[in-house]
């Protein structure tokens, strides 16, 4: 992973393996990339290849055992909260696949754009048996129309980028030639605006939302925990892991 400056435009390029599944090292890289926005005034957060990010890296959790579960899904918790809380604006350009997780971490920029291209986007937890975390539900329910969480959340449906702008998944379906430019020029307006009026409207509008987010973690850690370890779930999730072993 690296971040590259265009102007005071952060631009963080997410390179964790073939679709930049989320385990403990993206957790980790991912994080350390953060530390390196310096005094970027806006930021843009984009993938590689076909997928923004395919969701967390099963064949590396599966096997693990409850308390690394839960230690894990901790780290991914802090992660994704630390990014909704970014003190300056985050555009995500979705350059493929954004699912589950990857979805997740899309769902915590200020603004989602998404190339016109063959791609999922959507969290489909529930076609796995999997609960959804604190984290990415108060985010979910406070970013798309309630009439779009039955569909994205309960049935855990993927959709194509301009079936996820109905939605309101994305703000803006682009061409896939066009959408790192695009993403920066948005961006760059943000970052153009005076900084002290935007950070402290940011953060005015998500200290609710992050207070929920906590007063629920760690109840909500164990729930998400014990569906992920569910009978039924597991046997999924090992057919699911059995499938991208063959591929």
Same mark, same amino acid.
């Given at each position: ?7 005071? $435009? %952060?631009?963080?390029? !997410? &390179?964790?393996?073939? $679709? ?6 993206? $957790?980790? *890289? ?19 290849? @076909? ?13 693990? +055992? ?6 894990? !899904? &901790? ?28 979805? @997740?971490?899309?769902?915590? %920029? +200020? ?7 063959? %791609? ?8 796995? @048996? ?7 539900? &108060?985010?979910? /329910?406070?970013?798309v129309p309630a009439s779009s969480l039955g569909p994205i959340a309960l049935e ?5 980028? /301009? ?9 803006? $379906? ?6 790192? %430019? /695009? ?17 402290? !409207? ?16 760690? *109840? ?10 569910? &009978? ?6 090992? *057919? ?8």
């Amino acid at each position: 992973m690296r971040i590259e400056r265009h102007g005071s $435009v %952060a631009l963080l390029r !997410i &390179e964790s393996g073939k $679709v930049n599944a989320i385990g403990p090292s993206f $957790v980790e *890289a991912l994080s350390k990339l953060l530390d390196g926005l310096g005094d970027a005034d806006a930021a843009v957060i984009t993938g590689q290849g @076909g997928a923004f990010s395919a969701g967390l890296d099963l064949p590396t959790l599966v096997d693990l +055992d409850r308390p690394s579960m839960y230690r894990f !899904i &901790e780290q991914f918790n802090a992660l994704m909260l630390r990014l909704f809380e970014l003190p300056i604006p985050l555009v995500a350009a979705l350059n493929g696949h954004a699912i589950a997780g990857g979805c @997740g971490l899309a769902l915590q %920029a +200020d603004l989602r754009l998404a190339a016109d291209r063959d %791609a999922r986007i959507g969290l489909n937890e529930a076609q796995l @048996g999997v609960g959804l975390p604190a984290i990415l539900l &108060e985010t979910l /329910r406070a970013q798309v129309p309630a009439s779009s969480l039955g569909p994205i959340a309960l049935e855990g449906r993927l959709f194509s980028p /301009r079936e996820a702008l109905q939605l309101g998944l994305v703000h803006e $379906v682009v061409p896939e030639a066009d959408l790192l %430019a /695009r993403a920066l020029e948005r961006a760059q307006a943000l970052a153009a605006l005076p900084p002290a009026g935007v950070r402290q !409207i940011k953060a005015s509008l998500r200290r609710p939302i992050s207070a929920l987010i906590r007063a629920g973690a760690a *109840a909500e850690s164990e729930r998400w925990v014990a569906s992920w370890l569910d &009978e039924k779930s597991q046997a999924k999730l090992r *057919a699911t892991v059995a499938r991208l072993k063959q591929r």
